[in-house]
């Protein structure tokens, strides 16, 4: 419950970062999530992801930006804080299969597919745009900065899984 807990803090805490680009903003969310992943079991971390996203519901401002509440779940860039679930569940389960960094460098890199999907799906239908219009917005502009937080999270991940295990938390 503790590591739960400490893992939804940090995201509460890392998440409201963000660079705005636009319609949807380049946020640390998503690599503190897969983080997250790295580190905890597949059963923990979505429970942490889960806390997180509830506390967000709530109203806390824990979404990027500041912003909280459901309006945020459900509006344009809500896609992909509900993405998180499956990529925390995607993430834990693979990285712990394959235990090498370049497998779970592969997971993380793998899941964000997972949360293009759900992010420019979401646009899609609030925005009522085109998939080929989401895509522009919600994909292409975040490949290169998804993919360095991708290798960042399971490169420390990886490191504090050891050190963990090594001290048996």
Same mark, same amino acid.
């Not at 590591?3 to 963000?18: R, Y």
């Not at 903003?25 to 996203?53: D, E, H, K, Q």
């Not at 930006?65 to 509900?82: C, D, E, H, N, Q």
């Not at 925390?88 to 712990?96: G, H, L, T």
């Given at each position: ?39 905890? @079991? ?5 429970? $942490?992801?889960?806390?997180?996203? =509830?506390? /967000?519901? *709530?109203?806390?401002?824990? #979404? &990027? ?22 990529? @925390? ?5 693979? $990285?712990?299969?394959?235990?090498? =960094?370049? /497998?779970? *460098?592969?997971?993380?890199? #793998? &899941? ?58």
């Amino acid at each position: 419950m503790t590591q739960c807990s400490m893992f939804a803090a940090l995201m509460c805490i890392c998440s409201p970062l963000m660079i705005p680009l636009g319609a949807v903003p380049l946020s640390a969310g998503i690599l503190v999530v897969m983080f997250t992943a790295v580190v905890l @079991s597949p059963v923990r971390a979505v429970t $942490s992801v889960c806390v997180y996203i =509830l506390i /967000g519901a *709530c109203g806390l401002p824990v #979404f &990027s930006g500041l912003r909280g509440g459901f309006s945020v779940l459900a509006g344009p860039t809500g896609g992909y804080i509900w993405s998180y679930i499956l990529v @925390s569940a995607f993430v834990s389960f693979f $990285s712990r299969l394959c235990t090498k =960094l370049a /497998g779970v *460098c592969a997971a993380c890199i #793998f &899941s964000l597919v997972i949360c293009w999907l759900f992010g420019a799906l979401q646009y899609a239908f609030i925005a009522d745009a085109d998939i080929s219009e989401a895509i522009a917005v919600c994909v292409l502009p975040f490949i290169i900065p998804d993919i360095i937080k991708a290798v960042a999270a399971a490169f420390l991940g990886n490191g504090l899984r050891t050190i963990m295990s090594k001290h048996q938390f």
